[in-house]
């Protein structure tokens, strides 16, 4: 097994060793939940050298330079003003998801106009206009934490991989018989990807080679979601036949499904130890299930009208849901599963919800045509991020929670910093 490069995680602190082990990469992530602004990084570098193989004495002091870039970033003040900084406007249709770069200096946009793009983040400047679909390209994201390749998902039924750098198409992944509405990198394996669609099923291809690995059918209804946990052997789907289904990367079969709803799924996620799933559906709640005992949900979460989205904070502490009631709820899921507080203000359904990386921070997105930013301990609204001309259908905080991009259907997308 050789090293080949680390990376570093600020929220919740840890690093990702990326390694190559009989010719496969992988990457292996170590948790530092106990880095503090005052800790010895000397002593920390040597019990984490003492656990692991791949950290030798020749990388110590690239493991220390790391740790103090993480325990810079803790005693850094987290921001909560947001100033309008570019206005991305060369999409000819609206857009549909957009998402950052880990380094946050680039990000791609999707769009109903067929094409992924690339924009510099610093500059508002459009790098490369990716093409190739015939139809909208509704799904888009980077291979983290590599970010040297970008996959998009369509509704011409294909899913694409890009190089970013050249703006050329490395591969088309054929199979699918509907639109695709979903797609992901697996975080372990980086050359596997899993993809979802209105065609009842989910697929697991492999990005150098195309191939088809794994075919997941036993949905009965178009699946809207699909989510590897961290270790990438266990995929989540979500499914408008009322159902979430964790699959087993190793058998190739479901492992568990997951009953309890009475409408459709919108969204279904894992908290970051994937030990708890939560389902979001247009039943008006959201449940949580322990992965331990899927059989019954945990905990119940109820709006007046169908829920959107749902999203769990980076240390998997809290939940959000944001709803067509027009309110996001916030929910402490560490005890007895309490209702923190309610964020109301948007005046149409809020369709995202997504927390800063240090968790004190909500966004949301609406079809009022605004992004609003909450404490998310309090509930009040500390922005409303105004200027668009449709509906903002998707947003997202940077990796390090100092910027913002929301993307409308009046076909520009915002950067915010």
Request: hydrophobic content about 35%; some cysteine; charged content about 25%.
């Amino acid at each position: 097994m050789r090293l080949i490069k680390i990376y570093l995680r600020y929220y919740p602190p840890g690093i990702a060793l990326n390694y190559q082990k009989k010719g496969i990469e992988g990457t292996k992530m170590i948790d530092l939940f106990d880095l503090t602004p005052s800790c010895d990084l000397q002593v920390l570098t040597k019990q984490i050298a003492s656990t692991e193989p791949l950290i030798t004495q020749e990388v110590f002091p690239q493991v220390t330079e790391i740790l103090e870039k993480l325990q810079k970033k803790l005693k850094e003040p987290v921001k909560t003003k947001f100033y309008l900084f570019k206005t991305l406007q060369t999409h000819i249709l609206p857009l549909t998801n957009v998402c950052f770069d880990k380094s946050g200096k680039k990000c791609i946009t999707g769009s109903y106009d067929r094409t992924c793009r690339i924009w510099n983040v610093e500059s508002g400047d459009e790098e490369k206009v990716l093409k190739g679909h015939e139809n909208v390209v509704f799904s888009v994201s980077y291979n983290y934490p590599r970010c040297d390749r970008i996959l998009t998902g369509s509704f011409d039924k294909t899913a694409k991989i890009w190089n970013p750098v050249s703006g050329n198409c490395i591969n088309t992944l054929w199979g699918h018989t509907a639109e695709i509405v979903g797609a992901e990198f697996n975080p372990h394996q980086c050359e596997l990807l899993a993809t979802c669609s209105m065609d009842n099923t989910a697929r697991v291809f492999h990005s150098e080679t195309g191939q088809e690995v794994n075919l997941f059918a036993d949905h009965s209804a178009e699946v809207v979601s699909a989510r590897f946990n961290k270790d990438g052997n266990l995929l989540l789907t979500a499914s408008f036949d009322e159902t979430a289904t964790v699959w087993d990367m190793r058998t190739k079969e479901h492992a568990i499904v997951i009953r309890g709803h009475e409408a459709e799924l919108s969204n279904a996620v894992w908290n970051f130890q994937c030990n708890l799933i939560a389902t979001s559906s247009l039943d008006r709640t959201a449940k949580i299930w322990d992965l331990r005992r899927l059989d019954d949900a945990q905990a119940t979460a109820s709006h007046k009208d169908e829920v959107l989205d749902v999203t769990f904070n980076c240390t998997g502490t809290r939940l959000a849901t944001g709803s067509a009631d027009c309110t996001a709820k916030v929910w402490d899921v560490t005890g007895n599963f309490e209702l923190v507080t309610i964020m109301a203000g948007h005046s149409d359904e809020v369709s995202k919800v997504t927390f800063s990386p240090p968790g004190g921070l909500l966004l949301t997105a609406s079809a009022d045509k605004t992004a609003r930013i909450w404490n998310s301990g309090t509930g009040t609204c500390t922005q409303t991020l105004s200027g668009h001309d449709g509906e903002v259908f998707s947003c997202s905080f940077n990796y390090s929670g100092d910027a913002i991009i929301t993307a409308s259907k009046d076909n520009t997308c915002k950067i915010w910093r």
